[in-house]
């Protein structure tokens, strides 16, 4: 698939693919006319690197768990630097808290949701099964 593709599948604008790319995240396939081809996995792999981003990882850090990511998972532990175990506990846990977070924001907005649904069913009947 061409970029804009990419684009529109992961919501995620080109000049960022195009950093991913510099930083060694991702790696598309060049046609003969120089044009960039992505390959249907990249897809889930730009939404995790986006993710991962958006969560504060740097991206040198998630370029040394990148095989992790990767189906199948290859996990190197060779040379595990500890200095990145205490970063990658610190992450999963700002993520266990954002998750837990973002589980709480859900819970609320279902409730919200199934009161007015119970309050006025021909309201909710409008908008569909709630």
Known sequence: MRIGELEKLTDTPARSRRYYEQ????????LDNGYRE???????RVMQLRQLIDSGIPTRIIKQVLPCLGKPRTIV???ADPELLVVLARERDRMDRRIDCLTRNREAIDAYMQAVAEASPERTAAVGAL
Request: a negative charge; glycine letters at 6%; hydrophobic letters at 30%.
């Open 38 to 44: 992505y390959d249907d996995y990249l897809v889930d």
């Open 23 to 30: 930083q060694g995240l991702i790696t598309p396939r060049r």
């Open 77 to 79: 532990v060779e040379d």
